[in-house]
């Protein structure tokens, strides 16, 4: 299983970008993709996740409103709408796979870098 993310960048406060995570290698049924992010010098942070067979959503709470996960599943793909956008949002954003039964994210994307400017 490899999983790609794109989409960072650099964008201004109170702009908007949008994540993509293209998964390859498994066909996507019961599975979870999730966001997270790792700022420097802090920990890994979980932002949302989305089950792929109904489509069900889960935030933390300093991103609701702000943040909507989603998934195109032709494309075996999850993206991340992120709006109203902070400099605290400067970070190297992950997606993960959790496979049915695993009960972690057992796959990880390489990281794509955004930066918000003030």
């Known amino acids: 299983v490899q999983l790609q993310a794109s989409g960072g960048g650099l964008v201004q406060a109170g702009g908007s970008v949008r994540l993509s995570c293209a998964a390859s290698?498994?066909?996507?049924?019961?599975?979870?993709m999730g966001w997270f992010r790792q700022a420097p010098g802090q920990g890994q942070h979980f932002l949302a996740s989305?089950?792929?067979?109904?489509?069900?959503?889960n935030y933390a709470e300093f991103v609701k409103g702000r943040f909507t996960i989603s998934r195109d599943n032709a494309k075996n793909t999850v993206y991340l709408q992120m709006n109203r956008l902070k400099p605290e949002d400067t970070a190297v954003y992950y997606c993960a796979l959790d496979v049915p039964n695993s009960g972690y994210y057992e796959f990880w994307g390489q990281g794509t870098q955004v930066t918000v400017s003030s």
């Open positions: 290698g498994r066909t996507l049924r019961r599975d979870t």
């Open positions: 989305i089950t792929w067979n109904d489509g069900s959503t």
